[in-house]
């Protein structure tokens, strides 16, 4: 049973910085990591997503704050967030593919506040 694991969401101040954390188990050859968003309201959004071939992409939102990376031994995805906005209030959900399929984690919380 695949199950993904998100941790570090919160709340901060404008400006402010923090490391979502994504750990995956009961999954192999993990082809794409990424993070998306959904903030009250609206539709959920790519945030950034990285695959095994190393090719990296990030929402023009979030582009020159945002990093992503991964640690293929841990099976583990991070977003470090950087000059938080309140427009980046969102609820951030971890996502991985591989070749069975399509996995999501539960969600995590970040606000930002002015």
């Known amino acids: 049973q695949v199950q993904l694991v998100e941790s570090g969401g919160g709340l901060v101040q404008a400006g402010g910085s923090l490391r979502l954390s994504c750990a995956a188990s009961?999954?192999?050859?993990?082809?794409?990591m990424a993070w998306n968003r959904q903030a009250p309201g609206k539709q959920r959004e790519l945030v950034a997503d990285?695959?095994?071939?190393?090719?990296?992409s990030y929402s023009n939102s979030v582009k020159g704050r945002f990093t992503i990376s991964r640690d293929n031994a841990k099976n583990t995805v991070y977003l470090q967030m950087n000059s938080l906005k309140p427009e980046d209030t969102a609820v951030y959900f971890c996502?991985?593919?591989?070749?069975?399929?399509?996995?999501w984690g539960q969600g995590t919380q970040v606000i930002v506040s002015s």
């Open positions: 990285t695959w095994s071939s190393g090719r990296i």
């Open positions: 009961g999954i192999r050859s993990i082809n794409v």
């Open positions: 996502n991985m593919k591989d070749a069975q399929g399509d996995y």
